[in-house]
C-alpha cells in the first residue's frame, strides 16, 4: 500500500486554517457506474488515490486562471443488498472511485473571489465529514489534512478496510443529461474487514474468527455485514440498527462529538 507522496503532504500542510474551519459534512458528472442513491450504503473504503492538478477557475468564455491543487479520491467498495433488485447477478460488491477532492492552500484560496471559492470550501467541509467519521474524531480535532489523511493510509496499509454507512446523491443540472454523483460518510460502522483466507476472519478488535465459527453462510456478503461471528464479536448477529442514523449523526454534530 503507497504513502501519501511527500509533495502532497507538504502542499496539505500548507493548507492553513481553511480545513481546520470548514464545517464537516456527512451528507445529512459522469463517473462510472455507482451504487445507487439513497443513505445507509455499507462500503468498505480500499484505497485512497493522491495527485497534484492544475484546476481551471472562471466562467468560460471569459478570462480564465489554473490554480494548484491537490486532488485526494477515496476508493470504495459497495457491498450490494442481496434483496436489492438491482444487484448484478453472480456479484456481491461494486468497486468505484468517490468523487475528487480539489484542495487548494489559503494563499491560493485568497486570490479568488467568493462564488469561486464556494466549490473549494464545498470540498474542504466533504473531506473534513469524510475523515472525522472514518477516524471516529472530534469535528474538532480534525484540523490537519496531511495528518489526517495518513491516519487513514495508515489503516489501509496495515490490511484495514474501513466499513462505513454512504449517502450516495446523484444530481443533474437542469438541461444536463450529465448525471454527477457524490458521496457523504454518515458513520463508521463495526467493522469486518475481508479476509476470506483459510485461517479465518479478522475483525477489527484484532480478534480472528476460526474457520466454521460463522452462525450464516460464510459469503463475502454476510461477513462484511458482520453476520460473521468472531471471536470477540460472537452475539452480533448483524450490524447495529440503522434507522434514524442521519438524525443521529446529525445530533452528534451539533454537539461537537462524532462518538459512534
Known amino acids: 500500500m503507497s ?35 439513497g443513505p445507509d450504503r455499507r462500503s468498505c473504503l480500499i484505497g485512497l488515490d493522491f495527485s497534484q492538478e492544475k484546476i481551471k477557475v472562471g466562467k468560460k468564455g471569459t478570462a480564465q486562471k489554473e490554480i494548484p491543487a491537490v486532488a485526494v479520491t477515496f476508493k470504495w467498495r459497495y457491498i450490494w443488498n442481496q434483496d436489492d433488485p438491482k444487484k448484478p447477478a453472480g456479484t456481491d460488491t461494486l468497486d468505484f472511485k468517490g468523487k475528487t477532492f480539489n484542495l487548494l492552500t489559503d494563499e491560493v484560496m485568497a486570490g479568488l473571489n467568493e462564488d469561486e471559492r464556494k466549490r473549494f470550501n464545498y470540498d474542504l467541509e466533504r473531506l473534513r465529514g469524510h475523515l472525522s467519521s472514518i477516524l471516529r474524531k472530534d469535528a474538532s480535532s480534525c484540523v490537519n ?12 496499509s496495515e490490511g484495514q478496510q474501513p466499513l462505513c454507512d454512504l449517502s450516495i446523491e446523484y444530481r443533474q443540472p437542469e438541461g444536463s443529461k450529465a448525471v454527477y454523483k457524490t458521496e457523504y460518510v454518515m458513520q463508521r460502522a463495526h467493522d469486518h474487514p475481508l479476509g476470506l483466507g483459510n ?17 450464516g453462510p460464510r459469503t463475502l456478503g454476510t461477513v462484511l455485514r458482520g453476520r460473521a461471528a468472531c471471536l470477540r464479536c460472537r452475539g452480533r448477529r448483524g450490524p447495529p440498527s440503522r434507522s434514524g442514523h442521519r438524525a443521529g449523526a446529525a445530533r452528534r454534530w451539533r454537539g461537537g462529538s462524532l462518538a459512534g
Not at 9 to 22: E, F
Not at 201 to 212: E, F, I
Open 145 to 156: 489534512p496531511a495528518q489526517d489523511l495518513q491516519e487513514v493510509q495508515k489503516l489501509l
Open 199 to 215: 485461517a479465518g476472519l479478522r475483525c477489527s478488535s484484532g480478534s480472528r474468527r476460526r474457520s466454521g465459527a460463522s452462525r
Open 3 to 37: 504513502q501519501v507522496p511527500n509533495n502532497v503532504v507538504q502542499m496539505l500542510m500548507n493548507m492553513g486554517t481553511g480545513y481546520s474551519n470548514a464545517n464537516p459534512n456527512t451528507g445529512a458528472g459522469m463517473q462510472g457506474t455507482w451504487p445507487p442513491e
